[in-house]
């Protein structure tokens, strides 16, 4: 290991594999991250400021994004390696059959903390597991910390962006559209394993905007897809204070005097849905410059997935950076896959290969300068093991 001022010794990481606790102890009241507007919040990277050493890569990883806020990750700690290990206790259930959400949430855990590695100097190997999810215990990846490792400072540059990074679902400027040559630059992030495809002009915004309030429509009528959706919707304080996870009021970004009202007197699940459904139209596609798409060269590729969750988090650490959030669509996605885990792939699947053209739609989001801040989210302490 590398050890000089910017780096980490084998004794802080050893240090830091002994004393995990210090993370929940820097996260807040019970070791809990607080991040939300219906408690007292912790500014996030007054927290990244507190947290060194392996502390501070395992917090990277808890700073990702996932779906509906699952956050389905468990870390095992070794004195030369982390393990990021998928728990499936934590998923979208027939919001996400085949679990390609999982797999794109992980590969966001573990860009931040390989980005979070590099910037402190730490050479680091990434040595990921093929393979489907099968149980709770399953093993995604390894982070092994070792002096030859190659691409030690890939990306590092963006490490500051991981605790400022949102999902930002409020509205975007219309009048300011993501520039072209900016776009290509975000693109270029992407790993040999994924293509990114950018929708701009009018036509293909609009046939995305109508494929993903169709599949709205199909996901909101779906019982199956809605009561495993809303087993993570947080509507109350007191839900979101004991849960730490999911879906609240604050991360709808609403206005503030709605959000307010909302905090006094919680939505029901289906009252929320029928405000996401109208959201969904006007706001996140309605306001949407651009659309991004991450394709696959082959269906079903887990590590594909994983990759793709990976190119991603560079993706909206990038964008963050340069005064850009992002927010995944992926109604038309969810539909799809539950179409092709039924074997009967239909409209969906057809509609979103028009527009990502040869291989597999892993995830489509939206990218533009976001006319309101996004409150942080909340995040539950990171589970961890020792080797």
């Known amino acids: 290991m590398k050890n000089d001022e910017s780096g980490m010794t084998r004794r802080d990481f050893v240090k830091g594999a002994a004393g995990v606790t210090a993370v929940a102890a820097v996260a807040g009241v019970g070791g809990v991250i607080v991040w939300d507007r219906t408690t007292q919040p912790e500014d996030p990277v007054d927290v990244w400021n ?3 050493g392996t502390d501070r890569i395992l917090l990277a990883a808890t700073m990702a994004p996932s779906s509906h806020n699952t956050q389905p990750w468990r870390f095992r700690v070794g004195s030369q390696q982390i393990e990021i290990i998928a728990d499936t206790d934590r998923t979208m259930g027939k919001a996400d059959p085949r679990l390609r959400e999982l797999h794109l949430s992980l590969g966001c855990a573990l860009e931040n903390a390989v980005i979070a590695a590099a910037a402190a100097g730490t050479p680091v190997a990434v040595e990921q597991v093929p393979g489907s999810t099968g149980s709770p215990d399953t093993h995604v990846a390894t982070l092994r910390f070792s002096a030859e490792a190659d691409g ?3 990306n590092a ?3 500051p962006a991981i605790p400022k990074r949102r999902t930002n679902r409020g509205p975007f400027d219309e009048e300011r559209p993501v520039a072209a040559d900016t776009l290509a630059t975000l693109g270029a992030l992407a790993s040999d394993a994924v293509r990114v495809v950018w929708l701009t002009d009018a036509d293909a915004r609009a046939r995305f905007t109508d494929l993903s309030v169709k599949a709205t429509e199909a ?5 199956e897809v809605q009561r495993d959706s809303h087993r993570w919707y947080r509507m109350s304080r007191s839900d979101a204070e004991k849960y730490r996870d999911g879906i609240t009021v604050s991360g709808a970004n609403l206005p503030w005097a709605i959000s307010l009202l909302m905090g006094l007197l919680p939505p029901t699940p289906d009252s929320f849905d029928a405000g996401w459904a109208k959201a969904t139209n006007d706001t996140h596609c309605g306001t949407a410059p651009a659309f991004g798409m991450l394709v696959v060269e082959n269906a079903g590729d887990t590590s594909a ?3 793709a969750g990976r190119t991603y988090e560079r993706i909206q650490l990038a964008a963050a950076m340069d005064g850009m959030s992002t927010h995944p669509i992926s109604q038309a996605l969810t539909i799809r896959d539950r179409e092709v885990a039924a074997g009967s792939p239909g ?10 053209g040869a291989g597999e739609v892993v995830l489509a989001f939206r990218i533009g300068y976001p006319t309101r801040e996004q409150p942080p989210s909340m995040r539950r302490a990171p589970v961890v093991a020792r080797a």
């Open 152 to 154: 030690a400072d890939a």
């Open 305 to 307: 997935w994983v990759e």
């Open 347 to 356: 409209a969906f699947a057809g509609g979103l290969t028009e527009l990502g």
């Open 219 to 223: 996901h909101i009528a779906d019982t």
């Open 157 to 159: 540059d963006l490490a």
């Open 50 to 52: 507190a947290t060194v």
